[in-house]
Each structure stands twice: as C-alpha cells, then as structure tokens.
C-alpha cells in the first residue's frame, strides 16, 4: 500500500472550524494520511503532522502560537519531529507510549492524563496488539481526535458508515475508551473528519464494528485482488 500518491495534488485543506484544521499533504494517496493543528487557550498543537508544500501557511492561518508537535499513535512519528525543529517546539508524546520517543530527531515532552485542556484518552495500550494509540478530547469545544481506531477512509468503512474502526480492531473495538463521549465533530488520523451529528457516527461505528468485519474484510480482500 503505497504511503503517498504520486504527487500531482496540492494539499488539501479539510476539517475547517473555529478552534483548529486538518490537511492532506497527499491527497491522492489511498492511506488519506490526515494531520491537524487545533487551538487551546492560545497554543496551537499540531497533531501527527504529514509534512508538505504549504503546511506552514496552514498552521500559519490558526490565531496562537505553536506549542509543539503531538505524537498521538506510536506509528504516527511521520514528520513530527521536523515540523517541531522548524518551529522550535518539543514533540510531545504520552509519558506511557514506548519506541517513539528515541526514534524522533528533536526535543521530547511527556504529557499525562491532559494536554492542555484536552483530555488524553488510552485507546489502546499495547495489551493485545503491539498498538500504543491516545485520543484527545476537548469536551468544551465539542473535538475528539483519534488518529487510528476510527477513520473515514474507504479500507476502515463499508456503505452506509460515515465512520468505521480500524480493521484490525474490528473484532474487539474500543468500546470501554470511546463510547459515552459525545463530541461535536470527530477528527481522525485517516480521511476527513465527521462534523454532522458526530456523537451518532462514533456510537453506530463502535455497536456495528463486529457485524460489519465480514463486509469489510471481504471489500479489502477484492480490492487487493483487483
């Protein structure tokens, strides 16, 4: 699965709303790498950046000063560390998350249970998988972020989803961490995000997540085919 596209399409912005955005540096990659930069009390931190052409106008076009760079899934280091250095910021990674934190080339901040005023939700800690994932979740300003677990890309949904899990958590979705919380808009670390009654997307995608793994897995395996 080829990581980005072939470089013809200008980053695109998405997940436009008062408080934060998103881009696709390459949008024409099927993986829909997302990054976002969202704003608290006048910091700006730029979550699991995909560096490119035109990011820094993005984060740029955001009212506050850049706090730093935010690893929020151990396979998301992509290019957070050269996005710090360029703006002279740490990279801020959970104080639990393990083989990130010595593989990235600038200065490193641990956070606990808050990252600013955004709580830091533990998807998934490596218990099952070798998958060490946070959410953040600005309950105020109505932002979930989760950059793995959930994604609106064609490979996490089948028809009729607007947001599907991951299909390797498929069968044992994370359920305990996500449900209950009802936010505004759900951003992700794959697609754009979910602004239209966003609660309602999360709770269908976390009950249906079982039901529809044989739809999903059998959609993936045609398309690999084809």
């Known amino acids: 699965m080829p990581m980005k596209g072939d470089g013809t399409a200008d980053p695109e912005r998405i997940d436009e709303f ?19 930069a969202v704003t608290d009390d006048g910091d700006v931190w730029i979550l699991d950046p995909v560096d490119g052409p035109g990011v ?8 506050g000063d850049v706090a730093g760079t935010v ?6 280091k992509r290019d957070a560390a050269a996005v710090a250095d360029r703006h002279g910021v740490p990279v801020y990674v ?7 934190a010595d593989e990235l080339d600038a200065p490193v901040e641990r956070f606990g249970d808050a990252l600013g005023g955004f709580d ?7 218990a099952v998988l ?12 109505g932002t979930l972020y989760v950059p793995e677990a959930v994604g609106t890309v064609d490979f996490m949904t089948v028809p009729g989803e607007r ?9 044992l979705p994370p359920r305990r961490p996500l449900s209950g919380l009802d936010p505004d808009r759900v951003l992700v670390g794959h697609g754009a995000g979910v602004h239209d009654d966003a609660a309602t997307a999360l ?3 976390l009950r249906r997540s079982r039901r529809t793994a044989p739809e999903l897995y059998a959609r993936t395996a045609a398309s690999m085919l084809s």
């Open 71 to 76: 690893v929020c899934l151990d396979r998301h």
């Open 130 to 141: 070798p998958w060490q994932e946070v959410a953040l979740y600005d309950e105020t300003g």
């Open 203 to 205: 709770a269908e995608a």
């Open 94 to 100: 959970p104080e639990w998350m393990t083989g990130v």
């Open 163 to 171: 947001l599907g899990v991951h299909p390797a958590l498929r069968l």
């Open 18 to 36: 008062d408080g934060g955005l998103g881009w696709l540096a390459y949008p024409d990659e099927r993986m829909q790498r997302a990054s976002h």
């Open 120 to 126: 830091a939700i533990a998807v998934k800690r490596g």
């Open 56 to 63: 820094d106008e993005f984060v740029a076009s955001i009212d």
